[in-house]
């Protein structure tokens, strides 16, 4: 297998995190934010939507989306809940993962770790930003202050996935992580799993 794989993004990092967790190996594609790789891969027809990750199977058959490979990867482990509303619960944070945490979460790194992004960075929006991360950030503190995992009693691929981008969010972001102390003791859980890789690593 091959992954198509921003070394700076979080939708990259959390299928590089699942395979060492997994212990499984693939040959990673770096395609960095605005280089001529990532330009390259998407000429060549490697990108189906246009982003990165893809993950591109011996047989060649290309799938996008981060947390679809962390479906097809995590199939059959201990990470996908073999109980189907479980299973159901899972999905409802890796889509609320995408369509509500990382436009916010992600995005306010963004706009301050990327130089080219810097410009959109106005104070406006990133006042804006902060107000709503720290209110996604609240709703997973408000399952994290009683609970190990945000499913059920063990680790999940929705752990994985919103591990991605909330790890950074202080780093990065520049959220107040302090107000959150069950998300952060759930962060250290994670970075503390046999297997481990961070983003840089
Ligand atoms: N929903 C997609 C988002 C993918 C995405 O936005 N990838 C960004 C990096 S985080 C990308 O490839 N950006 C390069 C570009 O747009 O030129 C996923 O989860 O995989």
Request: hydrophobic residues 45%.
């Amino acid at each position: 297998m091959k992954l198509y794989s921003m070394p700076s993004s979080g939708n990259s990092y959390k299928v590089r995190l699942l395979m060492a967790l997994l212990g499984r190996e693939c040959q990673i594609v770096d395609v960095e934010d605005s280089s001529v790789a990532l330009a390259e891969a998407r000429a060549e027809g490697r990108l189906p939507f246009g982003k990165a990750p893809v993950l591109e199977l011996d047989d060649g058959r290309l799938l996008p989306e981060s947390n679809a490979i962390l479906m097809w990867l995590g199939e059959g482990s201990a990470l996908v809940p073999c109980d189907a509303f479980t299973r159901a619960e899972m999905l409802a944070w890796m889509f609320w993962e995408q369509n509500q945490h990382e436009g916010v979460v992600a995005v306010r790194g963004a706009l301050q770790f990327y130089p080219a992004r810097r410009a959109l960075a106005t104070p406006e929006r990133l006042a804006e930003l902060l107000e709503r991360g720290h209110a996604l950030l609240q709703i997973m503190e408000d399952r994290l202050a009683r609970h190990d995992w945000l499913v059920g009693e063990s680790l999940t691929l929705a752990d994985l996935t919103l591990y991605a981008y909330t790890h950074t969010a202080g780093s990065r972001g520049g959220f107040e992580m302090q107000r959150f102390p069950g998300v952060n003791r759930w962060l250290g859980r994670i970075a503390a799993l046999p297997g481990y890789k961070g983003l840089d690593g």
